[in-house]
Structures are given as structure tokens and as C-alpha cells.
């Protein structure tokens, strides 16, 4: 497969010229970039899905949420409308996407918008809910149309953009260069435990400009939660072998960290926000059934679960130990580097001098 992508770098230059091209015609003002009135805090990537999007916005939203009139605005990837929609208690994933759906739910008390055009749904936003102060745009690294206030640039620890290259030989959506537009660069996915020269090497290959801050975060799992809330399931207590099936980007933490939570585990992964038809329940059911032992469970993921409250789901899993795993993101709070503030006063400052 790297072999095929090599072959493939001709068109990654056509690509890297066409971005580089729509860039600068953006740098040169041809292209125009609104700027609204509240701040805007943009959360993206320079490669395509994995690096932690969805639980770094999650993180932002319960860092203001109760201090600030909280909105976020995403595409809404994989939902079967168009256009604007505001969530309400009654959406669906088909309707605004997994993603924005998980907001919904876990934050009821925020504003949570799906719009393909950027511009027009923060003006949208801004007529329905004019209270509104601050809009976290996800996944709006190359949407250019807004001009944030503050850019937050994310990379992973296993994948640095430092290192990858254009599609379709890579997997960067743009140039490398494209990092300097970022206000700050959040490395994901480390180690918990994670050494000061470990840092200090990324950092240098980062070579972050003056003005930019460098973070580094990891994933705190939670408790093993019941899939389905009407089905009596017993407490987990150390797995012998846990099913994981995924339909994420980049399921390969999670293996990691559920194999450290059993004796074996086996994975069935399916496609980045795959939509489990009635065929694969039964699919997972059957090799869950075939696994021999008398203390497994199957577990999936958080962003997954938003995808699974159908009523085939319930038919299919409502005699099984099935679970889901709540995530959250920590950063790493010691060694700042040049920072002279860390990543929650830097968020916070911004938006105290925005909103004075």
C-alpha cells in the first residue's frame, strides 16, 4: 500500500499547487475571510481524520460551558441533510452527524449547528440564538471563509504532519506550511507519562514561530458504561476478552488501551462514521458468540454509540454485555516549554480580551 501511495506523489504535487494556489489567493485578500463580531475558536488538522478533534472540542466546551453562551459548528460528516440545522433533544445522527450529536447529548445546555458553509451558519446561529458568544468551529482548519480568532492546529503523536506528506501520497490536506496560520499546536494522543526530552524533540521538529504555543494532551478513559440504558447488565470486573468493534478513523489507542483491560482482544473494524446496518449487529453478535469464554463483554466507543440507538440495535444486542467508553482530554501541565501560561488560561485570556 505505501508502495502504490509512492507511486501516486505526481498527483500529490498537482494537489499541493492547487491548495497552495487557493492559500494564497486567501493571503492576498482576493478571497475574502469574514470576521465576526464574537470570537471564534477554530479547532482543526493539517491530515485527513484521527488526531482528536471531536474530544479536544468536547474538552474546550467543558472549559467555558456555564462561563460563556457556547455554540459549536461542525460539517456534520456523514448526515443524510443539507444546509443549516440547529439540534434539538430530538436529532438524530442521520440528521446532523455523530459528532455534532455527541455534543447534543452530553452538553444539553449549549447550542450545538451543522452547516457545510461556515460563513452562513454562524450568521444563522447569530439570528437563532443572539445571546450567543462564542462559536467553537470543528474541523475548520481549511475553512477560510471565517477568519478565527484563535486557531487551534492538532497533530498526532504518532503521525506528526512534521513527517507526512500530501495526498494522496500522505495524508496532509495541505502544505506543512499551512501550520503557521495556527495561534496554537496541540501534539495528541501522547503517553501519559511522558518525558521532557520527548517534548523538547518535537518541539524542535515543530520549530513553532513566536507567536504560537505548544500543548500536549493525552486520552483519560472512563468506566465501561452500558450500551443500551434498559438493559440490566452485571458490573464489569476484569474482562477475560473483550470485541471491539470501530467505526472511528483511528481505532489503534484504544486497542491499546483495552488490551491492557483483558486477556485477548479481538476487533472488527469497520470504516470512519460507518453507518451498522442490521447484517453487521448480527455480524458482531455471531463472533461474539463464537469467542469461548464465560467472562467477555463487547465494547465499542463513545463517538460509535451515537450511531447505535436504533431500534435494530436494541433487537439485536439487548441480551448481550454490551458497553461503550466515555473519553476525556488531560494535558500534560509540567514543562511549558516557552508557554508562559498553559492551555486553559491561554483560552481563557483570548476570550477575556475578546469579550472586554
Given amino acids: 500500500m505505501k508502495f502504490f501511495r509512492i507511486l501516486l506523489f505526481p498527483f500529490s504535487i498537482i494537489y499541493g499547487l492547487i491548495t497552495k494556489i487557493r492559500n494564497k489567493l486567501f493571503d492576498w485578500k482576493i478571497l475574502s475571510s469574514k470576521k465576526f463580531s464574537i ?27 456555564g462561563k460563556y453562551q457556547i455554540a459549536t459548528l461542525s460539517r456534520g460528516y456523514g448526515r443524510k441533510t443539507s444546509g443549516f440545522i440547529l439540534a ?60 478565527p480568532g484563535l486557531s487551534i492546529l492538532l497533530t498526532d503523536y504518532f503521525a506528526l504532519y512534521t513527517s507526512d506528506y500530501l495526498l494522496p501520497t500522505g495524508n496532509l490536506r495541505e502544505s506543512r506550511k499551512g501550520a503557521k496560520r495556527a495561534d496554537i499546536i496541540v501534539v495528541t494522543k501522547t503517553p501519559k507519562v511522558f ?11 515543530i520549530n513553532p514561530l513566536p507567536h504560537q504555543s505548544v500543548f500536549f494532551s493525552y486520552i483519560k478513559y472512563g468506566n465501561f458504561l452500558p450500551l443500551l440504558e434498559k438493559t440490566n447488565l452485571l458490573k464489569v470486573n476484569a474482562p477475560s476478552k473483550i470485541l471491539l468493534f470501530t467505526g472511528i478513523a483511528n481505532p489503534s489507542p484504544f486497542e491499546e488501551y483495552l488490551k491492557r483491560q483483558c486477556n485477548e482482544l479481538v476487533s472488527i473494524k469497520f470504516k470512519d462514521h460507518h453507518q451498522f446496518t442490521n447484517e453487521n449487529l448480527k455480524k458482531i453478535r455471531k463472533k461474539f458468540e463464537s469467542i469461548f469464554s464465560n467472562n467477555k463483554i463487547i465494547v465499542t466507543t463513545e463517538k460509535d454509540r451515537m450511531r447505535l440507538f436504533s431500534k435494530q440495535v436494541f433487537d439485536v444486542f439487548a441480551d448481550l454485555p454490551v458497553y461503550y467508553v466515555p473519553i476525556e482530554i488531560e494535558f500534560h501541565k509540567d514543562d511549558l516549554y516557552k508557554n508562559i501560561m ?3 488560561t491561554k483560552i481563557l485570556e483570548f476570550l477575556q480580551k475578546s469579550n472586554s
Fill in 342 to 344: 498553559d492551555f486553559d
Fill in 39 to 65: 470570537p471564534i475558536i477554530s479547532v482543526g488538522n493539517l491530515s485527513v481524520g484521527g488526531t482528536g478533534k471531536t474530544p479536544h472540542v468536547d474538552y474546550l466546551i467543558r472549559l467555558l460551558k
Fill in 88 to 147: 434539538n433533544v430530538n436529532s438524530i445522527d442521520k440528521e446532523i452527524g455523530d459528532e455534532p450529536l455527541m455534543y447534543a447529548k452530553k452538553h444539553p445546555s449549549i447550542n450545538v449547528a451543522v452547516d457545510g458553509n461556515r460563513v452562513r451558519g454562524i450568521k444563522k446561529i447569530l439570528e437563532a440564538q443572539p445571546e450567543t458568544n462564542v462559536v467553537l468551529m470543528d474541523d475548520a482548519y481549511q475553512h477560510r471563509h471565517v477568519k
Fill in 195 to 205: 518525558s521532557p526530552l520527548d517534548r523538547r524533540l518535537i518541539i524542535n521538529k
